[in-house]
């Protein structure tokens, strides 16, 4: 069964990077479009970002763009995210979900629920 394990996040200030990986276990997600989703308390959980099995097609949240950018590495089952000039607002849970039958803007219409990791915490302090 595949399993994602989300890791890389922590406390930065704001400004900052940090990579958030998302590694895959078992069978390979070289077929799977794999996103990212928030959830920061007290609200809903938000789409970030998505990109597609073969990495051809990504697709962002308006809040993100031009600040985080999504990538895969099939070759290492891991999907990253690259988040710079971090900001308060980006503190939140992250995590990764895999679907092998959307694209990554269907992934942002219907954000996933079903996190294939515990989360990783990403704080962002001012």
């Known amino acids: 069964q595949e399993q994602l394990g989300e890791s890389g996040g922590g406390l930065v200030q704001a400004g900052g990077s940090l990579r958030l990986s998302c590694p895959a276990s078992g069978r390979t997600i070289s077929q799977y479009t794999v996103g990212w989703v928030r959830q920061a308390p007290g609200k809903e959980r938000e789409f970030v970002a998505a990109?597609?099995?073969?990495?051809?097609?990504?697709y962002y949240a308006d809040s993100v763009k031009g600040r985080f950018t999504i990538s895969r590495d099939n070759a290492k089952n891991t999907v990253y995210l690259q988040m710079n000039s971090l900001q308060r607002e980006d503190t939140a849970i992250y995590y990764c979900?895999?679907?092998?039958?959307?694209?990554?803007?269907?992934?942002?219409?219907?954000?996933?629920?079903?996190?294939w990791g515990q989360g990783t915490q990403v704080t962002v302090s001012s």
């Open positions: 990109i597609s099995w073969g990495g051809q097609d990504t």
């Open positions: 979900s895999g679907d092998p039958h959307i694209t990554p803007r269907a992934m942002a219409a219907v954000p996933p629920t079903d996190y």
